[in-house]
């Protein structure tokens, strides 16, 4: 079974500050890396995505990193505001389907 | 565009009961998918349908777990019978094709007393 796993499981961060959620894989049958913002109530939204051949995209305040030899990807989110509060999960796409596989998800706290 | 739909939003029921989900997907997707999020993990693909047919249910407990989508728009979730480690967020999504952008609709959360 192929598997994601992120850390870390919660994060405090105050508001302007810097707040970076890691990702790791397991094994190279991924070719899509998306990250989800959830909101309680709410079903995950897409907020930036990465394909294995880029090694770095940003969107706005939002950044992720790619490190292919190392499976590792990260969200980085810049000048981090109380909006920002909510559950975040990367996920990965399998090579040969659609299905994502998710990781654990970060419950990111912005304190004003 | 109106996103997906999802009804009921919550329901409560007892172990060994039977319930039901229903999902409308965005106009035009043809791929939907069901989701299943147990409180504190990330959502874990059920089964995946290409227009009304099945294209991955490979993670789908069959023994209570089935889904259909008839006519290629709208599906439904069954479990029968429900077991307390069935209590989560059901997820509907829909993407216009295959590999494109999972649309998420807002869930049902079951609860199994």
């Known amino acids: 079974q192929q598997q994601v796993k992120q850390s870390p499981q919660s994060l405090i961060v105050q508001k302007g500050g810097i707040s970076i959620i890691n990702c790791a894989y397991e094994?190279?049958?991924?070719?899509?890396f998306p990250w989800y913002q959830q909101f309680p109530g709410k079903g995950p939204a897409l907020l930036i995505a990465?394909?294995?051949?880029?090694s770095e995209k940003k969107e706005g305040r939002f950044t992720i990193s790619f490190n292919k030899s190392a499976k590792q990807f990260s969200l980085h989110i810049m000048d981090s505001q109380p909006g920002d509060s909510a559950t975040y999960f990367c996920?990965?796409?399998?090579?040969?389907?659609?299905?994502?596989?998710f990781g654990e998800g970060t419950q990111l706290t912005v304190n004003p | 565009e109106a996103g997906v739909a999802q009804s009921p939003r919550y329901k409560i029921i007892e172990k060994r009961q039977s319930v039901a989900f229903w999902c409308n997907p965005i106009?035009?997707?043809?791929?939907l998918y069901w989701y299943q999020q147990i409180l504190g993990q990330g959502p874990k693909l059920l089964i995946q349908?290409?227009?009304?047919?099945?294209?991955?249910d490979s993670q789908l407990p069959k023994d209570r777990f089935s889904a259909e989508r008839l006519k290629g728009v709208d599906s439904t979730l069954k479990i029968q019978p429900a077991k307390l480690e069935d209590s989560a967020v059901y997820l509907c999504?829909?993407?216009?094709?295959?590999?494109?952008?999972?649309?998420f609709g807002p869930g049902t959360r079951l609860t199994v007393l």
């Open positions: 999504a829909s993407s216009l094709v295959p590999r494109a952008q999972h649309n």
């Open positions: 094994n190279t049958a991924f070719d899509y």
């Open positions: 990465i394909r294995p051949d880029v």
């Open positions: 996920a990965a796409r399998e090579t040969s389907g659609s299905r994502l596989t």
């Open positions: 106009s035009g997707h043809a791929t």
């Open positions: 349908f290409q227009n009304n047919g099945v294209v991955d």
